[in-house]
């Protein structure tokens, strides 16, 4: 159901932050020097999942000194929802996948279910590797046999979380910091 601005508001009010905006940084730095340690020599293309993988991308791929190239999917499970359920493809990548070190950055690993698809796709469109990134891995044990990310920036707790591309009801995407809504707003 959507909310207004306002009440968009009121949920940031209400919230608890996890992690400030330089302990978000602070974990952005290490994921780029471990990318830069493991690809820095494979021209790779980035590709950002939109729409919560883009603040993630953007702040990324600054911190990246080696070529790369940049492209985007769109792919959801949850559309309007909080709960998932088949893969939405909206946008699929415009640049060919073959023979390439993929680099896929995402927001949240929380089942896996979607990251995972995502990464199969990749791998049947012939990417020589595939690599993943997500800001945040949400602690929980509802991910049992699915994929485990290869750069991950902050663990978070089992909540409802936005802030640095994830939403809440599709605002709070750009608020500085991982903040988890109050119990009442989930």
């Known amino acids: 159901m959507p909310i207004s601005a306002e009440e968009a508001q ?8 996890l992690f400030d905006d330089v302990a978000v940084q602070k974990a952005l ?5 471990e990318m830069i340690d493991v690809m820095q020599y494979d021209n790779p293309l980035v590709l950002c999942v939109m729409t919560g993988g883009i603040i993630a991308t953007s702040e990324i791929v600054k911190r990246l000194p080696f070529s790369l190239e940049l492209d985007y999917l769109h792919a959801t499970r949850y559309g309007d929802n909080i709960v998932g359920d088949s893969l ?4 699929r990548p415009q640049k060919k996948l ?3 070190t993929v680099l896929i950055i995402d927001d949240i690993l929380d089942v896996g279910k979607t990251l995972s698809e995502i990464v199969a796709f990749c791998n049947a ?41 994830m ?13 988890a809504a109050h119990t009442d707003d989930e």
């Open 29 to 33: 730095d290490r994921m780029a020097q």
């Open 10 to 17: 009121a949920v940031l009010e209400r919230s608890q932050c």
């Open 167 to 179: 939403d809440y009801k599709h605002y709070l995407r750009n608020v500085k910091g991982i903040f």
């Open 98 to 100: 073959k023979d390439r």
């Open 88 to 91: 939405d493809w909206i946008v």
């Open 125 to 165: 469109e012939g990417a020589r590797k595939t690599y993943t990134a997500v800001l945040v891995d949400k602690e929980h044990n509802r991910k049992e046999g699915m994929l485990v990310a290869d750069f991950t920036g902050i663990t978070v707790p089992d909540k409802y979380v936005f802030g640095y591309g």
